[in-house]
């Protein structure tokens, strides 16, 4: 199972992001899925998340600015991200719990992570 992370650059704030995350492999189902930043120096904190159901949960420094959507026939998890704000700045990690089949073709759960991408938010 592998998390492809992509959509981040260099904005001036109170501009916009799309960020997107595409989970690849012999996956059954994504559960919970989200987005996490960690800026330099700092630990990786929660930005969002969504519930296969379409529930989701912000960060309060985002609420308002930031929305988390996905496409479970894509197995892909969106961040929107508006009036972004230098303090938005960081690398942007999703995350999935991945319900897949593994060699022997039984179900095991996994919790992946992409690769990170850059979100630089210039003042």
């Known amino acids: 199972v592998q998390l492809q992370a992509s959509g981040g650059g260099l904005v001036q704030a109170g501009g916009s992001l799309r960020l997107s995350c595409v989970a690849s492999?012999?996956?059954?189902?994504?559960?919970?899925m989200g987005w996490y930043r960690q800026a330099p120096g700092n630990e990786r904190v929660l930005v969002a998340s969504?519930?296969?159901?379409?529930?989701?949960e912000y960060a309060d420094s985002v609420k308002g600015r930031f929305a988390i959507s996905r496409e479970n026939a894509k197995n892909t998890v969106y961040l929107q991200m508006n009036n972004l704000k230098p303090e938005d700045t960081g690398s942007y990690y999703c995350?999935?719990?991945?319900?897949?089949?593994?060699?022997?073709?039984?179900?095991?759960?996994?919790?992946?992570w992409g690769q990170g991408t850059l979100v630089t938010v210039s003042s």
């Open positions: 969504i519930t296969n159901g379409g529930v989701t």
């Open positions: 995350h999935a719990n991945v319900v897949y089949y593994n060699y022997g073709g039984a179900p095991v759960v996994e919790k992946a």
């Open positions: 492999g012999n996956i059954i189902r994504n559960d919970d």
